[in-house]
Structures are given as structure tokens and as C-alpha cells.
């Protein structure tokens, strides 16, 4: 079974609109944590935002902000007014366990396009 | 922050060779680091975790001969390709862990291409 799924391959979007890139995910895991990062072309791996199981408020970093309802399993990013060096694929990935254990497991991605 | 290094960024081979990858923490000691693998347009897969002192622990799928990992100091995991074939041609990229930091640290990957 599909631990993480992001069901958007690719998303278009205008510059200076919001986005948001959905991310749900499936555990019997009590501690868990939830992360976003970015991969432009280049293939390098950015972090953007990291959510923990317990966190009551939504995580939250710049232009960067998870909306996490944990009841539906889904931690969503959301980029407000896009850019287009937002351009890049986005990758939601779960680490399930305890904080030291660090693997992570990702989602197919979505592909976000900012157009001007 | 953290700077993870990978070395080389792409790499061309023949058939048959075999290409090593390392992967440095060149600010922290990583007693665990993890290497992936990702085909084009797709999502990384994780192919082991390398453990200092200890044997790599590998998924499900993955040969252990075929994708040797060695972790011998607290700063530097290699990724051993061994006999490739051009299916083994691919992204790899390693991340490692820092005690008491929640995120990952990524490699700037490497491009294989096996001919």
C-alpha cells in the first residue's frame, strides 16, 4: 500500500497566485513526521517544511505553510504568491517511528509550473 | 547549515565497470545515511540505510551485491555500483542524518549513465 500519495503530477499555475500541493499519507503510527521538499532541475534536494505528528499548529516557513488535518492523514503545502523559481518538482515524505530514526519515504511528486 | 557533499555529480561508464559514489557530511558526523535512486520524472526510492561501524541494511528489492555500501568512518558513505548495465542508469543521491535535527541533508545527487 501507497504510504505517501500525491495525486497531482504536474500543476500550472500563474504567478503571484497560491498554490497548494496536496500530500496524504498512511500510518498506524502515533509519532510520526511529515516533510516537503523542493527539487528544481537540477535535481538537488531543497527541505522546505517539516510537520510533526504532534504539532498542534500548522507548520509554517516564509511563503511556505502545511496545512495539516491529521484526522484525514493529509499534510498539503502552500506556496502563497508563487514565483517563477518556484518551478521545480515537490516531493512530500514521511518518516514513521521515533524522531532518530530518519527514513524517509516519498511520494511520486507533483511538478509545479509558475507561469508569468 | 549542514552541507552535505556527493562525489562525482555524473558519471559515464562502460558496461561491465564498476563506479563508486561517495557521499561526505562535511560539517557533522552522520552515524546514519541513506541512499536513493530516482528515474526520470519520478519519485526517489530508498535503496539502503548505511550505518557507521555496520552492515548496510537494505530494501526489499535491491541487490546487496549489486549496490555495495560501505560506511566506514562517521563522515563518508560509498555506493559501489558493481558490473552496471545500463538498467542501473539513474539519480542517486545520498542523505544523512545530524543527531537532534529533524531534517534530512541531501547530496547534490549523481547521474549515472551506463552505455
Known amino acids: 500500500a501507497q504510504k505517501i500519495t500525491q495525486t497531482q503530477p504536474g500543476m500550472f499555475v500563474q504567478e503571484k497566485e497560491a498554490v497548494t500541493l496536496d500530500c496524504t499519507y498512511d500510518t498506524s503510527d502515533q509519532s510520526y513526521g ?8 537540477s535535481g538537488e534536494m531543497i527541505f522546505l517544511i517539516y510537520q510533526g505528528s504532534y504539532d498542534e499548529q500548522n507548520a509554517t516557513e516564509g511563503r511556505y ?11 498539503n503545502l502552500v506556496i502563497s504568491a508563487s514565483q517563477l523559481g518556484d ?15 530518519q527514513k524517509l519515504v516519498f511520494g511520486q511528486g507533483t511538478r509545479l509550473t509558475i507561469n508569468p | ?7 562525482p555529480s555524473r558519471v559515464i561508464c562502460k558496461s561491465g565497470t564498476s563506479v563508486k559514489i561517495e557521499c561526505r ?14 528515474f526520470p520524472k519520478k519519485s526517489l526510492m530508498l535503496m ?21 555500501i560501505n560506511h566506514a568512518s562517521l563522515t563518508l558513505s560509498t555506493l559501489t555500483v558493481t558490473s552496471a548495465h545500463p538498467e ?3 539519480f542517486y543521491i545520498c542523505s544523512a542524518q545530524r543527531d537532534g535535527n529533524e531534517k534530512l541533508f541531501f547530496g547534490s545527487g549523481t547521474q549515472l549513465s551506463v552505455l
Open chain 2, 88 to 90: 542501473d542508469s539513474s
Open chain 2, 25 to 38: 557530511s562535511l560539517d557533522f558526523q552522520a552515524t546514519t545515511m541513506f541512499w536513493y535512486r530516482q
Open chain 1, 34 to 41: 511529515l516533510f516537503w521538499y523542493k527539487q528544481p532541475s
Open chain 1, 87 to 101: 518551478s521545480a518538482m515537490y516531493l512530500c515524505a514521511m518518516r514513521e517511528g521515533y524522531q532518530g530514526a
Open chain 2, 48 to 68: 539502503a540505510t548505511s550505518n557507521e561501524g555496520s552492515k548496510a541494511t537494505y530494501e526489499q528489492g535491491v541487490e546487496k551485491d549489486k549496490f555495495l
Open chain 2, 1 to 7: 547549515g549542514a552541507v552535505v557533499s556527493q562525489h
Open chain 1, 65 to 75: 505553510s502545511l496545512n495539516f488535518q491529521k484526522a484525514r492523514k493529509s499534510a
